[in-house]
């Protein structure tokens, strides 16, 4: 298997720029999640789907970040307008059945760069 | 509400060493633990877990953990580093509900030098 992909790998942008990440998680896997990293906040959960429904929204920063999947193969985060303070990498990773088994399967991430 | 505290920022070791990353956690009910590994520029990728069962974990690398509730830790541990092991570890919390994401500690970069 391929594993979960990413795109871009990575991304430097204008503030107030729009900003689409994009993630292909593992064939057959029903949960989707998206996870932002930084050196300040260490690895913050902003969203996750359970079979192409967004379950918890609650870690999304505020309203210029939003998430979908329309469909079981994709999922894209935006971000619109951008900000310097945006920068980081973002992580998408996929699993079975949730985290029962603990297993998330993590893509090498999306290194965002806001000017 | 869980959360997971990772109480050293930077462990450096030598090679052959033996290290020792410390995690605790915050939970009123059961958990499931795990730690996950990070190399350079790649996504995590799970070393072990604790779900149940014994307390005392393996990975296939050398590397455990002990689950200790009493404590309310879950440290890794292993007798002789390797430069390889390089990397940053993140303990991560569950908690017994079905549906629920993980919550992550903000990591330990462990440096091994010769």
């Known amino acids: 298997d391929a594993g979960v992909i990413q795109s871009p790998r990575h991304e430097v942008t204008e503030m107030g720029q729009e900003v689409t990440l994009r993630c292909k998680p593992i064939s057959g896997h029903d949960y989707l999640f998206w996870y932002r990293q930084t050196m300040m906040r260490g690895l913050e959960l902003l969203i996750y789907?359970?079979?192409?429904?967004?379950?918890?929204d609650s870690g999304m920063p505020e309203d210029r970040f939003s998430a979908k999947m329309p469909n079981a193969s994709f999922s894209t985060l935006k971000i619109q307008p951008s900000e310097p303070r945006d920068s980081a990498v973002y992580f998408c990773a996929s699993s079975l059945a949730g985290a029962r088994s603990g297993e998330l399967f993590f893509g090498e991430g999306s290194r965002l760069t806001v000017l | 509400a869980q959360s997971v505290t990772q109480l050293d920022s930077q462990v450096p070791v030598f090679e052959e060493a033996p290290v020792e990353l410390r995690c605790n956690y915050s939970?009123?009910?059961?958990?499931?633990l795990f730690w996950y590994v990070q190399y350079p520029n790649q996504g995590l990728q799970l070393l072990l877990k604790y779900l149940s069962g014994s307390t005392l974990v393996e990975s296939i690398n050398g590397f455990e953990a002990e689950f200790n509730k009493s404590q309310t830790s879950f440290h890794l541990r292993k007798p002789s580093v390797h430069i390889s092991d390089t990397a940053e570890y993140f303990c991560a919390v569950r908690v017994n509900q079905a549906g629920t994401a993980l919550i992550f500690g903000k990591g330990t970069t462990l440096s091994v030098s010769s």
């Open positions: 939970s009123s009910v059961s958990v499931y």
């Open positions: 789907f359970n079979n192409n429904v967004p379950i918890d």
